[in-house]
């Protein structure tokens, strides 16, 4: 059974940092490109970034572009996002998921969730 | 990277039909065939139900439908049955390693 589970979350002042984790199993997990998807309280859903199976290329929103970091280490099955001078606006559940091979960036697995608040 | 445009609220019977639009522009929606069409319950994770414009995962019931037409695609769910009351969302590859969301859209069974 393929399962992603997200940890890391937590409240942090506005130009603080955090590191989310997400914790692949049932999958080939270095056979696959990640992504993380965020949903601030009550809207939809805005995609983060991405990573190759190997880690050799990352791609970022612009909403996060210089702020954020995306990595993976496969001997370990793990998905980072390392984040940076957080403001307000990047309050949200944060989201892991797989990303299909060949499917413009579709998800079939999605763990549950971490949420990060960035208040003072 | 603006979002897709998605009606904020549909409905429809048990039994009937309803389809929810996701109109972007020729750099998303329109320029590829990679539209993925998500079913969020409150409180849990996005589920994949049509990707490719149309293709369905396994497990995803033949109710659950997608096409495109020129930079909108569109969902459709018939015979409509209480449990697929929820958000769906939309999202299309916008080029240049980008990916867009549609803002979502609640689905009311009356």
């Known amino acids: 059974e393929v399962q992603l589970l997200e940890s890391g979350g937590g409240l942090v002042q506005p130009g603080g940092s955090l590191r989310l984790s997400c914790t692949a199993s049932g999958f080939t997990f270095s056979s696959y490109a990640m992504t993380w998807v965020r949903q601030a309280p009550g809207k939809g859903l805005e995609w983060v970034s991405a990573?190759?199976?190997?880690?050799?290329?990352?791609y970022y929103a612009d909403s996060v572009k210089g702020r954020f970091t995306i990595s993976r280490d496969n001997s370990k099955n793990t998905l980072y996002l390392q984040m940076n001078s957080l403001r307000t606006e990047d309050t949200a559940i944060f989201y892991c998921?797989?990303?299909?091979?060949?499917?413009?960036?579709?998800?079939?697995?999605w763990g549950q969730g971490t949420l990060v608040t960035v208040s003072s | 990277q603006s979002a897709l445009t998605q009606p904020p609220s549909a409905s429809g019977s048990p039994g009937q039909s309803v389809t929810i639009s996701c109109t972007g522009t020729s750099s998303d929606v329109g320029g590829y065939n990679y539209v993925s069409w998500y079913q969020q319950h409150p409180g849990k994770a996005p589920k994949l139900m049509i990707y490719q414009v149309s293709k369905r995962p396994s497990g995803v019931p033949d109710r659950f439908s997608g096409s495109k037409s020129g930079n909108t695609a569109s969902l459709t769910v018939s015979g409509l049955q209480a449990e697929d009351e929820a958000d769906y969302f939309c999202s299309s590859y916008a080029g240049r390693n980008n990916l867009v969301f549609g803002g979502g859209t609640k689905l009311t069974v009356l």
């Open positions: 998921a797989n990303v299909v091979t060949g499917t413009g960036w579709a998800s079939d697995y």
């Open positions: 990573i190759s199976g190997s880690g050799g290329n990352t």
